[in-house]
């Protein structure tokens, strides 16, 4: 089926012919839909901190930094940000010229609000000869939008989402890059340094190094802390093969195979390079002005004091475990942890005590990840569940819809009626208690990928991503959720998102 031209294609992503046989395996197999026991809730599986908790796991949080760890904020940087106008674009095309759907009216009624609105003025004053104001009243809406969107202009409908202007200041507008810049400072800073990582798309790159080349300065002077900001690409080998609807490899006009980039779950390559001792994970567009971020920045110490205060106990057990004969009462001691702390539930009546001592030991020598976790509003995405592991184990993990049989009215209810909701805000402990990292792909649920329809030319295909880097790539770690306040999540999907008042 691989032709010699094919076989010196894949070697050159750095991909084997075994990796690709098992892709396409897995779009004739599909992927099989995980067990559920329950959507997680504050009655079990989300922990729920008063503010003495708060308090103590913020100075928690101090302590852990005033000690010499390594800290570094990972942002997944390299989409871009087409889908935030796929209504203006739509509008471009459309057979009116003046604004018609809410949606249209609602950008153009406030277009002053946007922090990109004098960037775009200065644009339609030297592309069209006339201002914003002036172009409206003389009906010419699309030209702000084209100007907006193309080349000639901002070129929004082309860059990615941490190089657009999101929020207005005196002294200038910010993009949600800096507003991460200013985030690392506040909560992720340890000795002076703030360690701030993004994963850029390769087209970005240069740009991205360059705008923060510009900025960095400025705000490491402000917060006083010294900037060490790292890039890294998703790497080649991570793309997966695109398959005809018939399962056979879809192939470009010119024959050679057509690769697609294996979603966000190929982070966690990126994720294992990092020399850390706690990552920090968030997405770019999730940011706030600086009038709203105290409640963001409070929270981030909350979670990351639950992880160090686990991390602690995890690694005085994990020694204690080191110890010949461990007594029967400790090993029921370190048991109840494990379960209560990760609602890790073993069915382990049967073994007896080294059986249990090397269980325990294994069950806790993994990284461990902290989730913020919000009010369910009806956000489209995923939720936190406890789930059954192939061992018959029970654990917490992060779904997505797509991981849900559809068919299973009882696990449609669990999640259409789960309390919570993912804001993708993570706090992780990358390495073990002897301080060496783990090797975060081997922590990986290999069959939780998931495969979509899609087309090229015209032509209908089916693309495989990968396991999503909060869903499996880090199904086998150690998971606690906590309940954080729904104003630390203010994700950015549509251009007049940045129109509700925590954008403003």
């Not at 706090?427 to 329809?453: E, H, M, W």
Request: include cysteine; charge should be negative.
């Amino acid at each position: 089926m691989l032709s010699q031209q094919d076989l010196q294609q894949i070697a050159k992503k750095g991909i084997t012919e075994e990796q690709i046989n098992t892709q396409l395996d897995e779009f004739k197999t599909g992927f099989p839909f995980l067990k559920l026991k329950a959507a997680a809730s504050i009655e079990e599986g989300i922990v729920a901190t008063s503010d003495t908790d708060k308090k103590a796991y913020i100075e928690a949080w101090n302590a852990y930094k005033q000690a010499g760890h390594k800290i570094v904020k990972f942002v997944p940087a390299s989409g871009a940000a087409s889908r935030m106008f796929k209504d203006m674009f739509a509008f471009l095309d459309a057979d009116y010229d003046v604004p018609t759907t809410a949606f249209e009216k609602q950008y153009f009624d406030n277009i002053e609000k946007f922090a990109f609105y004098d960037a775009l003025d200065a644009a339609c004053r030297k592309n069209e000869g006339k201002s914003i104001k002036y172009l409206m009243q003389e009906g010419q809406y699309k030209k702000v939008v084209a100007n907006m969107l193309f080349e000639k202009g901002l070129n929004y409908g082309q860059l990615p989402k941490g190089m657009l202007l999101f929020h207005k200041y005196p002294e200038g507008a910010r993009t949600p890059m800096e507003e991460h810049l200013v985030e690392g400072a506040l909560y992720a800073a340890s000795n002076g340094e703030a360690n701030v990582h993004f994963t850029v798309s390769h087209e970005h790159m240069d740009m991205f190094k360059k705008k923060v080349a510009a900025k960095a300065d400025g705000y490491a002077k402000k917060y006083g802390v010294k900037y060490d900001i790292s890039f890294s690409e998703q790497k080649p080998s991570t793309d997966t093969i695109a398959a005809n609807p018939d399962n056979t490899p879809f192939r470009n006009e010119d024959g050679s195979l057509l690769f697609r980039p294996g979603g966000h779950g190929a982070l966690i390559e990126n994720l294992n390079e990092i020399d850390a001792d706690i990552i920090f994970i968030k997405n770019i567009d999730n940011v706030v002005p600086d009038r709203l971020k105290q409640e963001t920045v409070d929270y981030k110490q909350v979670i990351a004091g639950v992880l160090v205060n686990l991390q602690k106990l995890s690694f005085k057990y994990l020694e204690e475990l080191d110890k010949e004969n461990v007594e029967h009462d400790k090993l029921r001691e370190i048991q109840h942890f494990v379960e209560h702390a990760f609602c890790r539930r073993p069915d382990i009546a049967s073994l007896n005590d080294q059986e249990l001592a090397e269980y325990l030991k294994k069950k806790l020598n993994r990284p461990m990840r902290v989730c913020g976790v919000v009010k369910n509003v009806g956000e489209p995405g995923g939720g936190p569940f406890l789930t059954y592991n192939q061992d018959g184990t029970i654990s917490l993990q992060i779904l997505e819809s797509s991981q849900i049989d559809k068919n299973n009215k009882e696990y449609m209810e669990m999640f259409t009626k789960g309390t919570h909701f993912n804001p993708v805000d993570l706090v992780c402990a990358v390495k073990d208690y002897k301080g060496q990292p783990f090797n975060l792909p081997d922590f990986v649920d290999r069959t939780t990928g998931f495969i979509s329809s899609k087309s090229k030319n015209g032509k209908e295909l089916k693309a495989l991503e990968l396991p999503g880097l909060w869903n499996g790539a880090m199904s086998d770690w150690n998971t606690c959720f906590v309940e954080v306040p729904l104003g630390t999540f203010n994700p950015v999907k549509t251009v007049n998102d940045l129109l509700r008042d925590q954008h403003q």
